[in-house]
Each structure stands twice: as C-alpha cells, then as structure tokens.
C-alpha cells in the first residue's frame, strides 16, 4: 500500500484505527491498516467477541457495527510509534469555500481541544491540512505574552462534492464571511468582530507567493467591496488580512480559511446544533423550511439554515450575519458540552472533519502549533466571549431604494475598535486574583491623574526624545514630526530604537518636568498610566523620555481606550440562546 492511500483503504474510519495492544495494556493508534494486520500480538476492536476481555483499565469494547473509539488512559502521554505515512493533501484548493459556521466550527474546535488531550495523531491531521505562505501579512504566529489576533475567512467558492447546486460555479472564492477573533492578554474573553463582505472600502497592494516560488505584488484597489480582497486578480489570504488590519487598526497574527463542506460534516460529526425559530421559515433559495420552535440541525438543513438571507430581519447580509452569530454560539455550547467531551468517537470525527476544511498560514501549519494555539483559548468561558459586527450605514453615494453596499460608521465603530486595540473585553470579565493588584492600580492612577490636574506648559517649551520601545517601523521618526510639524513641539529629537522593548508606551519625567509632561500627554493621548516620575528634578534644558511601546499605534492615535462598548453596537454573548427572527 502506498503512502497516499495508507490508513484510508476502503473509507476506514481512522477513529476505529486504535487498537488494543495487551503487552501494554494500552490503546495505540495504527494507522497503516496492513502493519497492524501482521501483529499478531495487537488486537483491534472493530469487530469484538461479545467474550473479549479488555485489558484492565482500557475502555469497554464497543458493540458493532459502529465501535467507540476508545480513548487514550488517564495521566498517559502521546501514542507510541505510528505506523504509516499521513495521508497527504486532505482537501485542495477547490475545498476553500464560505459559511461562518465552518468558522464557528474551527473556533470551537480549538477551544475545545486543548481540554480533551491535544495529541490527537497528530501526523495523521497533519496530512489533512492545507497550508498557505502569507509571507509578512501577519507577525508569523501569536505570541503567549500578547492577545492574540486570528482572522477566520469562509469563501464563496462553490466546487467540491455536492456543491454545484449552490449557483455561482465560476467564482473564484471571495471573503464572504469574516470573523477577526481577538483574544485577550490574559485569556480570560474574546471578542469576535464581523466585517461584512458589502463594505465599501480600500484594498492594500498585497505581495503574493506564486506557485514557481516567485512573489507577485497585486495592485491595491480603492473604494471597493471587501471582500474582492481575496480571490480577484489572484488575492490570497495575506491580502484580506492587510485589508482587515487597514479597516480595523489591528495587526492579524495568523489566519485560518474553512471550506463550503464543512459546515456539513462538522454540524453532523456533533449530533446536530440546537437552533430555536421565532417563526416558521419556507426559504425556496436556500431549501431551508422549519416550523417556528426549536430544532437540532446537521448536514444539508444546517447549511441552509446559515445560508438562508429571506428568512430573517430584513432579509439582508447583515442579519445573515447574526443569525450565523447565533448558530456559531450555539455550536461551541455543543462542542464544550459534557456528550461532546466525553466521547471519544465525537471528538476523533470533529477533528477530523475540522483539519479537513481547514487552510491555514505557516505560523500555524501543523497539528502541533494548532494544539499550542488552543491550548491558549481552551479555558475561556464561553459566557466571556462576545459576536458583534462592524458598525456600517448605508452607503451615502448608493441612490435611494438601490443600496447595496455599507460603510463603516465611524461614531459607533472608533471606540469599538479602540477596546480591541487596546485589549479592553466587551464583557463584564471576573478576574481572578485581581483584588490586591487593582487597588495598587488604582491608587496609582489616582496619583497620575493628580498630577495630571495642575498647569500644562506651551507646546514650545516641550523637551522630549523619543524613542522607540515595540511601536511600527519609523514610529519614532513619524512621530517627532508630527510634534513638530503639527502640534509645534519643536524641542522633540528621534533617538531610534530604545534598549529594551516595552508593552505599554511610557513618558519618563522629572518633578520639575511635571507641566511638559502634561502637555505631551494631552497632545498625544496618553492614559495616566503612561506617566513615570523620577525622585529628582531634572537639569536645565535635559529633555523627558518618550518610549512607544507596543500599544502604540501611530502619531496622533489616543492611547486612552473607552472601557465601555457603545450602548448601540450589535452584540450577543456565546453562551446565550437566542431564537432567530
């Protein structure tokens, strides 16, 4: 048997590929079907006896004709030696398509992975995912220290098995569903930012691998739909991931694209999502037909369910995407339940039907780094993460009764996108061993703010260097003229690059530095926290310290984010049930 085809003949399911070994009394994974067959001493449980033994502490034997995966004992480590190449390619380009389910799929699938023992045969899924090089369009893969930013793409691309009635054979696969996930410093929320695929905006130049290994730069585009930034004129992932950090502010660390199919299998692989109705539902476009009340969904119902745009609100892409929000809520509550957890057999087709549909960067190109990144989200609660979009109007240039597109309402959607800049959770987030460190925070901040209180000194008097401490290429540079040019701080200099990076931009300053240091602070929007005090005044004519640290998001930007999310913005927590409207 070749290494393509190892492990796969005759559709066997790789679930039932753990076996039985009773000189261990251990269960390990054989995936070359052939090399198992000729250890005698290895006993698969595929087909038992209802006489067979199992080994003490091993799992029942699970009754046929559909076994039981059994699952890995208690405290042990990854298998042992695997046999058998993984099976490679898994889906191919043609399996990229949309539908944020299959993103909700995907997420749930890492929040839930980590928990249950993330050696999951790891050559074998590796075998299984498809992996793109978006060369420097995100930072290469999140870091433990830092939120973490995933963005989550579905495409419209309509080939593969089963698809073809869908309509729209030709496209080529756009960004139709987009989810920025952001994840807190501390892992305790997350916020899960739509962008709707009508919105009116520009499209960076976008630098693409090519298949000889060359890169090509496709030219940007200006005032165009979003989600044109993938597909058209040969666009890769990398360049939605430039359009988003254009949108947003925020830098995407990595990103994950799932396939039209997924939604399908994974909808099925978890016995169904529960849904819940206001009203019944007759969708000839999208076949989706229910009667008002509640309904668990898998497979063809399910997508059409997700797909349907005539059933709900006004029966646009906008309330698509809360109804998708819904459904993906609704399904991590099913991934994270108990049934879900605790079977082996659920968890093994999960996996399997998520690295199927599932394309990635290389930051996150293997099982291996996928275990590590949900190792990171497995314990957010669910109740800590928030579905909102992207707050849009109506697309001022459209005539009357012909609007097609949005654009970002900028009043609504600035102090959103500052709490996810700035790592502030839309939720009402319980910390744990916070009470000793907020009250040593706050009576910081009160000090700041006192200092804060008294005389501010002219833009003209200002003396500060400026350093730069983990902020953007040039931010020192940038900077400084802009104190200079703009706001009249001429006393600034540029000194490069600080010694050591920092997290949050500081400003050092002397006693006797008190009212310059207010003024900058004002000038530049600079939180009380950012102010550092020496003991002792400064000499005559000695300059304060600037040091950008990696909040810093350019000259100009304020630093204070609100710390509440405006009252209006669409939102709906992750372990809420909400019936569709």
């Given at each position: 048997?070749?290494?393509?085809?190892?492990?796969?003949?005759?559709?066997?399911?790789?679930?039932?590929?753990w076996?039985?070994?009773?000189?261990?009394?251990?269960?390990?994974?054989?995936?070359?079907?052939?090399?198992?067959?000729?250890?005698?001493?290895?006993?698969?449980?595929?087909?038992?006896?209802?006489?067979?033994?199992?080994?003490?502490?091993?799992?029942?034997?699970?009754?046929?004709?559909?076994?039981?995966?059994?699952?890995?004992?208690?405290?042990?480590?990854?298998?042992?030696?695997?046999?058998?190449?993984?099976?490679?390619?898994?889906?191919?380009?043609?399996?990229?398509?949309?539908?944020l389910?299959?993103?909700?799929?995907?997420?749930?699938f890492?929040?839930?992975?980590?928990?249950?023992?993330?050696?999951l045969?790891?050559?074998?899924?590796?075998?299984?995912?498809?992996?793109?090089?978006?060369?420097?369009?995100?930072?290469?893969?999140?870091?433990?220290?830092?939120?973490?930013?995933?963005?989550?793409?579905?495409?419209?691309?309509?080939?593969?098995a089963?698809?073809?009635?869908?309509?729209?054979?030709e496209?080529?696969?756009?960004?139709?569903?987009?989810?920025?996930?952001?994840?807190?410093?501390?892992?305790?929320?997350?916020t899960?930012?739509?962008?709707p695929?009508?919105?009116?905006?520009?499209?960076?130049?976008?630098?693409?691998?090519?298949?000889?290994?060359?890169?090509?730069?496709?030219?940007?585009?200006?005032?165009?739909?979003?989600?044109?930034?993938?597909?058209?004129?040969?666009?890769?992932?990398?360049?939605?991931?430039?359009?988003?950090?254009e949108?947003?502010?925020?830098?995407?660390?990595?990103?994950?694209?799932?396939?039209?199919?997924?939604?399908?299998?994974?909808?099925?692989?978890?016995?169904?999502?529960?849904?819940?109705?206001?009203?019944?539902?007759?969708?000839?476009d999208?076949?989706?037909?229910?009667?008002?009340?509640?309904?668990?969904?898998?497979?063809?119902?399910?997508?059409?369910?997700?797909?349907?745009?005539?059933?709900?609100?006004?029966?646009?892409?906008?309330?698509?995407?809360?109804?998708?929000?819904?459904?993906?809520?609704?399904?991590?509550?099913?991934?994270?339940?108990?049934?879900?957890?605790?079977?082996?057999?659920?968890?093994?087709?999960?996996?399997?039907?998520?690295?199927?549909?599932?394309?990635?960067?290389s930051?996150?190109?293997?099982?291996?780094?996928?275990?590590?990144?949900?190792?990171?989200?497995?314990?957010?609660?669910?109740?800590?993460?928030?579905?909102?979009?992207?707050?849009?109007?109506?697309?001022?240039?459209?005539?009357?009764?012909?609007?097609?597109t949005?654009?970002?309402?900028?009043?609504?959607?600035?102090?959103?996108?500052?709490?996810?800049?700035?790592?502030?959770?839309?939720?009402?987030?319980?910390?744990?061993?916070?009470?000793?460190?907020?009250?040593?925070?706050?009576?910081?901040?009160?000090?700041?703010?006192?200092?804060?209180?008294?005389?501010?000194?002219?833009?003209?008097?200002?003396r500060?260097?400026?350093?730069?401490?983990?902020?953007?290429?040039?931010?020192?540079?940038?900077?400084?003229?802009?104190?200079?040019?703009?706001?009249?701080?001429?006393?600034?200099?540029?000194?490069?690059?600080?010694?050591?990076?920092?997290?949050?931009?500081?400003?050092?300053?002397?006693?006797?530095?008190?009212?310059?240091?207010?003024a900058?602070?004002?000038?530049?929007?600079?939180?009380?926290?950012?102010?550092?005090?020496?003991?002792?005044?400064?000499?005559?004519?000695?300059?304060?310290?600037?040091?950008?640290?990696?909040?810093?998001?350019?000259?100009?930007?304020?630093?204070t984010?609100?710390?509440?999310?405006?009252?209006?913005?669409?939102?709906?927590?992750?372990?809420?049930?909400?019936?569709?409207?």
């Open positions: 048997m070749d290494a393509q085809s190892r492990g796969r003949a005759e559709e066997i399911d790789p679930a039932d590929q076996v039985l070994n009773p000189r261990t009394g251990n269960y390990e994974l054989r995936l070359d079907r052939s090399a198992a067959q000729q250890q005698p001493s290895v006993a698969a449980p595929r087909r038992p006896s209802s006489t067979r033994t199992a080994a003490p502490g091993a799992p029942k034997a699970p009754k046929a004709p559909s076994p039981a995966v059994p699952g890995p004992r208690r405290g042990e480590g990854p298998p042992g030696k695997r046999g058998g190449r993984p099976r490679k390619g898994g889906g191919g380009g043609g399996r990229r398509k949309r539908i389910v299959v993103t909700g799929g995907t997420l749930a890492l929040l839930v992975a980590g928990s249950v023992g993330a050696y045969y790891y050559d074998h899924l590796n075998g299984n995912l498809n992996v793109t090089d978006v060369g420097d369009a995100g930072t290469g893969g999140f870091k433990k220290d830092q939120p973490i930013n995933i963005l989550v793409i579905g495409t419209d691309k309509r080939s593969g089963g698809n073809e009635g869908y309509g729209d054979a496209s080529v696969g756009h960004a139709d569903t987009t989810i920025l996930f952001h994840v807190s410093k501390d892992r305790s929320n997350a899960a930012l739509s962008i695929r009508d919105l009116i905006t520009n499209i960076p130049a976008c630098p693409t691998k090519q298949p000889d290994g060359s890169t090509k730069t496709i030219p940007g585009q200006k005032t165009t739909r979003f989600n044109v930034s993938l597909g058209q004129e040969g666009r890769d992932p990398g360049c939605t991931m430039r359009t988003v950090k949108v947003t502010g925020v830098t995407v660390d990595n990103f994950m694209m799932v396939d039209f199919n997924a939604v399908k299998v994974l909808s099925t692989a978890v016995g169904g999502v529960p849904v819940c109705l206001a009203k019944p539902v007759d969708d000839k999208s076949k989706l037909k229910l009667d008002a009340g509640e309904h668990r969904l898998q497979g063809e119902q399910a997508l059409a369910f997700v797909r349907t745009r005539h059933s709900f609100g006004n029966h646009g892409d906008l309330d698509r995407i809360k109804t998708q929000q819904q459904f993906l809520g609704s399904m991590m509550r099913e991934m994270k339940s108990k049934e879900t957890l605790t079977s082996p057999k659920k968890f093994f087709s999960l996996a399997e039907a998520a690295t199927k549909s599932l394309t990635v960067d930051g996150i190109g293997s099982i291996d780094k996928l275990t590590n990144l949900a190792g990171e989200l497995k314990n957010i609660d669910l109740k800590n993460i928030t579905f909102t979009t992207l707050p849009v109007l109506d697309n001022p240039a459209e005539p009357e009764g012909k609007k097609a949005v654009v970002v309402d900028q009043r609504v959607a600035d102090p959103l996108l500052k709490m996810i800049q700035a790592d502030v959770s839309l939720t009402e987030v319980e910390k744990k061993e916070q009470a000793a460190k907020d009250a040593a925070d706050a009576e910081a901040k009160s000090k700041a703010d006192a200092l804060l209180q008294g005389n501010r000194a002219p833009a003209g008097d200002v500060v260097d400026v350093y730069n401490g983990g902020g953007p290429g040039g931010a020192a540079s940038t900077t400084v003229t802009w104190l200079q040019n703009s706001k009249g701080v001429n006393k600034s200099s540029n000194r490069g690059n600080a010694p050591a990076k920092l997290d949050a931009t500081q400003l050092e300053y002397a006693p006797n530095q008190a009212d310059q240091a207010r900058l602070a004002d000038l530049m929007g600079l939180p009380a926290t950012a102010l550092k005090m020496g003991s002792a005044d400064a000499a005559s004519k000695t300059p304060m310290k600037l040091t950008l640290g990696a909040d810093f998001k350019g000259a100009g930007v304020s630093l984010a609100p710390q509440k999310a405006p009252e209006d913005i669409q939102r709906v927590e992750a372990d809420k049930a909400i019936c569709a409207k």
